[in-house]
């Protein structure tokens, strides 16, 4: 019997799948790979060195140093104005997608196939394409050029929500409501206390795309924001990349790379933190009745 198991999975495997798989772990990697190494360079060695190996002096704390302290320490100014756009931004996201989500999925009311289909489409516009009506709409209300300008468009996330809707119709049972229901829980109580740690696998999911989609916006910024104090990390780095660029600014190249290195973490350590909500929530839907 196991001697035939070993045969099935021996038969399973793809050299061609697992040849791509491999080939695009490389294509993820590389780029991550040259951002660290050369985060440990100086400025002179960025260009006197092979990009994929260290050499020199290893230069990396000074360079988190150089980063952070570089024009008044304008990188923690951009670092903490991500964090607010995160935290309002995305986090307001998550918790309407999930309550709008919940309500979609086990309640029923008048209009629910119009909202359905408006999601759906709502989901297949790229948000490039709203950014000048949004724009051309908050320089109407006074708002651009405010944190309010990137805030109030990331609470809207047309994908968290039919993706909390389509998690919650599959998560949580009817009959456990019920259940509830009969035991004298009111409809707060019964969400809060019963659906929103059924939820919690699907929650963290939308909290992670929301969250990255937040942190790497460049375009809305881009089009909202004309001052510097108000700017994100995104918009930040690349203003120093153009400062690279130029004559003379050839100086904080290194800084462009540190910084940029700094960026991601965050996220990778988001990534690493909640990976187990992920594990459980596949764990709960592998298992049948």
């Given at each position: ?9 021996h ?97 029923d009311?008048?209009?629910?196939r ?55 119709a ?29 939820l ?9 795309f ?8 460049y ?10 104090d ?50 459980s ?7 049948k009745?």
């Amino acid at each position: 019997m196991a001697a035939t198991t070993a045969r099935k999975a021996h038969r399973r495997r793809s050299p061609l799948l697992t040849a791509l798989t491999a080939a695009m772990l490389v294509y993820s990697l590389v780029p991550l790979l040259w951002l660290v190494v050369n985060a440990t360079k100086t400025q002179a060695s960025l260009f006197d060195s092979f990009g994929l190996w260290f050499s020199g002096d290893f230069s990396l704390g000074a360079n988190i140093a150089d980063t952070l302290t570089y024009d008044d320490g304008v990188f923690v100014r951009w670092l903490r104005n991500t964090l607010l756009y995160v935290l309002l931004g995305a986090g307001g996201a998550t918790v309407l997608a999930t309550l709008g989500g919940y309500a979609l999925a086990k309640f029923d009311f008048p209009g629910r196939r119009g909202v359905f289909a408006v999601v759906i489409g709502a989901v297949a516009v790229p948000g490039t394409a709203l950014a000048v009506p949004t724009f051309l709409m908050f320089a109407k209300l006074g708002l651009t050029d405010t944190p309010w300008a990137v805030i109030i468009p990331s609470l809207v996330s047309p994908f968290g929500l039919y993706l909390m809707w389509t998690f919650a119709a599959q998560a949580v049972p009817g009959e456990l409501m019920e259940a509830a229901r009969v035991d004298g829980a009111g409809e707060l109580r019964t969400f809060l206390r019963i659906c929103v740690p059924l939820l919690a696998p699907g929650i963290v999911t939308v909290a992670l795309f929301t969250m990255v989609a937040t942190w790497n916006n460049y375009f809305l910024p881009l089009i909202m924001l004309k001052d510097p104090d108000w700017y994100p990390l995104t918009l930040g780095l690349n203003a120093w990349n153009d400062q690279a660029a130029t004559a003379g600014g050839q100086p904080v190249f290194h800084l462009v790379i540190t910084g940029s290195l700094l960026t991601i973490l965050p996220l990778l350590a988001a990534f690493l933190l909640l990976q187990r909500y992920w594990q459980s929530g596949l764990a709960a839907g592998g298992v049948k009745d």
